[in-house]
């Protein structure tokens, strides 16, 4: 799994600096940055230097919409 930006993305280009392979891509019309899967190599030396907690790991995006919310209850236990 690599590592995803997600919308709160400033492209303050913090990660750009810190990312040992350069798998960080945009152009000047995108409004965010954008992790290539296939060249990330999950080192995650991105995720602290994001000033606005915009980098995950993709593994949570899977996991949310893998899981089965009708076997769920949506109260504190």
Do not use: R, W
């Not at 995803?4 to 810190?18: E, R």
């Not at 990330?40 to 949310?64: K, R």
């Amino acid at each position: 799994m690599s590592y995803i930006i997600t919308d709160k993305c400033t492209k303050c280009g913090a990660c750009l600096d810190v990312c040992p392979v350069k798998c960080i891509y945009s152009t000047p019309e995108d409004d965010q940055y954008y992790v290539n899967p296939e060249e990330c190599i999950e080192c995650a030396t991105c995720v602290p230097e994001c000033p606005v907690n915009a980098i995950f790991n993709s593994v949570f995006v899977e996991l949310n919409a893998e899981y089965d919310f009708s076997k769920a209850s949506n109260k504190a236990e």
